[in-house]
């Protein structure tokens, strides 16, 4: 890659551009005036306002309200914090790789040293950017507005690379779209300015060190697709460019996407946080937690208490993972009921549940199953797209907020329960949404599909919030009806007449950049989510924007299961449409029946007869095979020309022939035969 410097002037980028949407991710077209407006807006306003971070996905969030709530207890993670820093401080002119990589289970502590390290180096001066991912928490697990995040602290951190991504904004005002890549993204609203003042600020780098961005949870993110192009664009940028002022911290767990691209570059230090969490620690964290409990609660117990050995147990017990000793002390002097014991009556019972999170979270889950809206209540915060506030699940399950607070105040050993009706609830940990959401692990307590269908209708009164639940609808919808249906399952299998329809009708009403969700999951060729339409019965009948139909667009993509699942849902067969190629040129297809002719689909073919396709629709003179039966005809397929006639195709009708006779049939009396002309007689073919 070229040098690239503000004074010589910004090039071009070649992007895709789109229109902005996160619902229809394909979907293209972005206008000249959209492009001035976000210009004028940065000139007005300044490069924030049209960056938009998102305001909770760096370190200084607010940890109650946008989880993670992790931070490292006093004395432990020293040895992973030191070799953390000796990679930070390495010199650039030595040859360090770029990206460390911090790997592990659930629960082991990764945001905990990722919030540290941030700390620290915001602390020197050296924190570029930090963005904390975290499951179904709304644009915080999506990569949509990741890399503008991440820029909008990078020009507060470095102030010198903000004229540098202005001018990239004015250069391609696309950039700040859905339709740009991510990778074009990071390289340059990120990347490409921060190596543009490396020069002036080598100096400084050379002596303390270069700067830092975050990534904390990064398999978190939904996205796989992007995230796997952004590992592997910056692993190239850094082989390019080894001394650009930039290292990279990233924590994930393990996942196919993230470890296939990570595992193998020279440009990845790797540490293996499973291997690097000593009992010394979890000794440690387990001193300091219990001591501030029983500072809290003014506590008048054995000050020797636990022992020696009760901790051992304990520390055996936790194994490694600080999610599950943090949700320990929860259960041990903070219980889900008044049940009249002390912490030390407590711990033989802790000691006694399972030792893994499928077990402990059974065990938890169990003692409040019996409350009433239980299910209800959980499932809807396992599933949301975003945190909802007790005063939002109330609305939507028609409940007073006062069942909705006695389901959580017996849960807040797994569930951040705030302290007023308006701050979202969120969980302790995203491995209990997964456990939630796998039917086979959670067993009576999975967030069954019906309830996305909660989600995605909204409320039933939208007399509070209107605004919020049109948002909320816009964004999450095509994920809620994909959870509720997938691309297969009949909606009817898993609610009720009522949710159906108002599930339905919700839908049929949604309309998304000019468009109806159906329209534009048309467009964008979004096969699943068209599927799940038909399932969940919205109007196919309509028409699109200059006529068009759903049908015309499966007959037109030979999505021929999409054209089954019209047909079954009662669109009509006979209709003509336009079926238009492009702007200026029709072709011969104007029914489903001609379109399966043309693209030689023979099995559905059969099927629209069946349906009651009529066979006897012309579709102009100018057509080789202008009816089925001449075209069954020209492909020698006698069973075919037998089946036509016997759904009343007319052999009179002919099109570009003079009669229907071709490649050795012949119609006789109602009947196709094959003429051999070698024998100089016909056989009776059926």
């Known amino acids: 890659m070229a040098e690239w410097t503000l004074e010589q002037g910004v090039s071009r980028m070649d992007v895709a551009v789109g229109d902005g949407t996160e619902i229809f991710s394909n979907a293209v077209g972005w206008r000249v005036d959209q492009m001035n407006s976000i210009v004028q807006t940065m000139e007005k306003q300044g490069l924030s306002a049209v960056l938009k971070p998102i305001p909770d996905a760096s370190h200084m969030r607010n940890h109650r309200r946008s989880p993670p709530h992790s931070r490292c207890f006093p004395g432990t993670r020293q040895e992973v914090m030191k070799r953390i820093h000796i990679w930070m401080d390495t010199s650039l002119l030595w040859s360090t790789p770029a990206i460390f990589w911090i790997y592990g289970y659930a629960g082991c502590g990764k945001s905990a040293i990722a919030q540290a390290i941030c700390e620290y180096y915001a602390g020197n001066g050296r924190l570029a950017a930090s963005f904390f991912f975290f499951r179904s928490a709304g644009p915080r697990s999506r990569a949509a507005r990741f890399a503008t995040t991440l820029a909008s602290q990078v020009a507060a951190a470095i102030p010198a690379t903000a004229p540098f991504i202005e001018a990239a904004i004015k250069a391609n005002p696309a950039l700040l779209t859905s339709g740009t890549s991510l990778s074009s993204q990071f390289e340059y609203l990120i990347y490409r300015p921060i190596d543009s003042i490396k020069w002036d600020r080598l100096a400084a780098a050379l002596r303390h060190g270069p700067f830092l961005i975050a990534l904390d949870g990064l398999d978190e993110c939904e996205d796989h697709d992007e995230i796997s192009e952004f590992i592997e664009f910056t692993i190239q940028f850094f082989d390019e460019r080894p001394r650009i002022p930039i290292r990279f911290l990233v924590t994930s767990r393990v996942e ?280 969940v019965a919205v109007n196919v009948r309509t028409e699109f924007e200059g006529g068009r139909t759903t049908l015309e667009w499966a007959c037109r993509s030979q999505e021929w299961k999409l054209v089954r699942a019209l047909v079954n849902a009662g669109v009509s067969l006979n209709m003509n449409a336009q079926f238009q190629v492009n702007k200026y040129k029709l072709d011969n297809i104007r029914v489903a029946l001609h379109a399966a002719c043309y693209y030689g689909a023979k099995e559905m073919v059969y099927f629209l007869l069946e349906k009651g396709a009529d066979p006897n629709i012309s579709v102009g003179a100018w057509a080789n095979y202008t009816f089925p039966l001449a075209w069954a005809a020209a492909e020698g397929d006698v069973d075919l020309v037998n089946r036509l006639l016997a759904c009343d195709a007319d052999p009179n009708l002919k099109g570009k022939f003079k009669k229907i006779l071709l490649n050795g049939i012949e119609i006789e009396g109602g009947v196709a035969h094959r003429w051999i002309p070698w024998i100089g007689a016909s056989c009776l073919c059926r």
Request: charged fraction near 20%; include cysteine; charge should be neutral.
């Open 256 to 535: 196919s996407h993230i470890h296939q691209r990570l595992h193998m570059s020279k440009q990845v230090k790797l540490l293996d946080l499973v291997n690097h969490t000593s009992d010394q620690d979890i000794s440690a964290a387990l001193d300091a937690a219990i001591a501030k409990e029983k500072t809290k609660r003014l506590l008048k117990c054995d000050p020797s208490w636990p022992s020696p050995r009760d901790k051992g147990m304990l520390v055996k017990h936790i194994g490694g993972s600080y999610i599950f000793m943090t949700t320990i002390i929860k259960l041990l002097f903070d219980p889900q009921s008044n049940d009249g014991l002390t912490p030390v009556d407590r711990l033989p019972l802790v000691l006694g549940t399972s030792p893994d999170f499928d077990g402990l979270y059974k065990t938890i889950l169990a003692l409040s199953a019996q409350l009433p809206h239980f299910r209800s209540v959980l499932s809807t915060i396992a599933l949301a797209g975003e945190p909802l506030s007790i005063s939002q699940i109330a609305d939507l399950l028609e409940l007073k907020t006062r069942n909705v607070v006695n389901v959580l105040t017996n849960l807040h050993a797994v569930v951040q329960v705030p302290g007023d009706d308006r701050t979202p609830v969120t969980l302790w940990h995203t491995s209990l949404r997964d456990f939630l959401c796998c039917e086979k692990r959670s067993g009576p307590f999975y967030a069954a599909p019906i309830y996305h269908l909660r989600l995605l209708c909204g409320p039933p009164s939208l007399a509070l919030d209107d605004d919020l639940w049109a948002r909320y609808s816009i964004l999450f919808s095509k994920e809620h009806l994909m959870g509720a249906v997938g691309s297969t399952d009949p909606i009817a299998s898993i609610c009720d007449g009522n949710l159906r329809e108002s599930a339905t009708a919700k839908l049929d009403k949604t309309i998304l950049s000019g468009q109806t969700m159906l329209e534009g999951a048309c467009h964008a060729e979004e096969r699943p989510l068209v599927l799940a339409l038909i399932n």
